[in-house]
């Protein structure tokens, strides 16, 4: 099983940015797609960003394109959110995923990280 461990959260200003961590535990952890999501107070969980194993490939949820940055580095099995010009509306619990596909789905990850808060303040 997949352990994953997230970090990097806290208390930032409007137009601030912050960088999300998560650890993986897994020595196979380049053949995992990995993905974020998060979930506001009162909302439903949804996509933020994914990222394929070699990290070739990315997406993004259209309400963070080009302020969101997901990357990977495979040699420390450690995936990144990169967030700039972060918004209130981006404050919620975020939490990484591993799975096997390339899908935005939540429904499709198997391994799941505990979260980590992020407030944005104005």
């Known amino acids: 099983q997949v352990q994953l461990v997230e970090s990097g959260g806290g208390l930032v200003q409007a137009g601030g940015s912050l960088r999300l961590s998560c650890a993986a535990s897994t020595r196979a952890f380049n053949t995992y797609t990995m993905a974020w999501f998060r979930q506001a107070p009162g909302k439903e969980r949804e996509f933020v960003a994914i990222i394929s194993g070699r990290g070739s490939n990315t997406r993004y949820a259209d309400s963070v394109k080009g302020r969101f940055s997901i990357s990977r580095d495979n040699a420390k099995n450690t995936l990144f959110l990169q967030m700039s010009g972060l918004k209130p509306e981006d404050m919620a619990n975020y939490y990484c995923?591993?799975?096997?596909?390339?899908?935005?789905?939540?429904?499709?990850?198997?391994?799941w990280g505990q979260g980590t808060q992020v407030i944005v303040s104005s």
């Open positions: 995923a591993a799975g096997g596909i390339f899908r935005t789905s939540e429904k499709e990850y198997d391994y």
